[in-house]
């Protein structure tokens, strides 16, 4: 099995709805903020390729939306999915799983692009399986007032109509757990059945962390995201995840931090804090 980091485009957000209650002289220390209170997001994504199988973990905000939509996203830098894929010796065609921590558009966009003739909508990635699980598809397909904006039709039901769409069964096992090097922790606090990747590599467990530790500044338990729509839920399951990784020495891999690819935690007297900081190439390919 060989990983590659996927970079699918920058963007910025503001800076008070990435940190909730926490105040702006606390969080601007990690995550400075620019003159209109915007901070750099990430579109980290994950590539898995094992024998014949080539996985890629969620994929960024893609490109068929408005350049009114893309106006309040701020998108910065030059990466994308397709020159990422280039990079590396592969294209989109050659992926055959689309794992989705969530269905927010942040993660889930670029799945679905414009067809030739920009009548309807197609999956970007024609030969994948675009895999969720059944609750967190209820949840998105008929969405809470709270989340409405980020569960958006035109990512999420062209899934659906072309049959590529498939539900991970956290019961029984599935696709994905054939192999044991392969884990999903479920969380609640950010959004309904949120999946958290955890790969073995290299003797090391990766943890992909989407939405439950967005960047270096979301280490304090107290610095959640004002989007959570169960933030007490997330401080209990951040808390959890982030002891059991300072005691068994995750490496977490982090999607939304642009400045960060992975680091390490350590408890302090304090609580678990940042240890160290790593680029993939620094931990994998020394």
């Not at 920058?10 to 220390?29: E, I, Q, Y």
Request: glycine share 8%; charged share 25%; proline share 4%.
């Amino acid at each position: 099995m060989t990983l590659y980091p996927i970079e699918a485009g920058n963007f910025k957000l503001d800076g008070g709805a990435m940190f909730g209650v926490v105040p702006k002289s606390l969080w601007s220390r990690t995550n400075p903020a620019d003159n209109n209170n915007l901070i750099d997001i990430g579109a980290r994504c994950l590539l898995i390729e094992e024998g014949n199988q080539l996985t890629l973990i969620d994929n960024g905000l893609g490109d068929k939306q408005s350049d009114k939509f893309f106006s309040h996203y701020h998108r910065w830098g030059d990466f994308s999915i397709d020159s990422s894929l280039k990079k590396l010796g592969f294209h989109r065609d050659d992926i055959t799983d689309v794992f989705l921590t969530h269905l927010h558009f942040d993660h889930c966009g670029g799945s679905i692009q414009w067809n030739k003739d920009r009548t309807g909508y197609e999956p970007a990635f024609k030969n994948a399986k675009f895999w969720t699980n059944k609750n967190h598809w209820d949840w998105a397909i008929k969405p809470n007032p709270r989340e409405k904006a980020s569960f958006l039709k035109e990512n999420l039901l062209p899934m659906e109509e072309s049959g590529q769409l498939h539900f991970l069964d956290r019961d029984k096992g599935s696709h994905f757990y054939k192999h044991l090097n392969f884990g999903v922790l479920f969380v609640d606090g950010h959004t309904e059945k949120q999946m958290i990747p955890h790969i073995t590599y290299q003797d090391k467990t990766l943890v992909f962390m989407a939405d439950l530790l967005p960047t270096v500044g979301h280490i304090p338990l107290p610095y959640v995201m004002g989007y959570d729509t169960r933030p007490l839920l997330t401080l209990g399951e951040k808390e959890a995840f982030l002891e059991k990784a300072a005691d068994e020495g995750f490496y977490l891999f982090l999607e939304h931090d642009a400045h960060h690819e992975i680091i390490t935690v350590k408890r302090t007297e304090k609580g678990v804090r940042l240890d160290q900081t790593y680029t993939f190439n620094q931990l994998f390919n020394s």
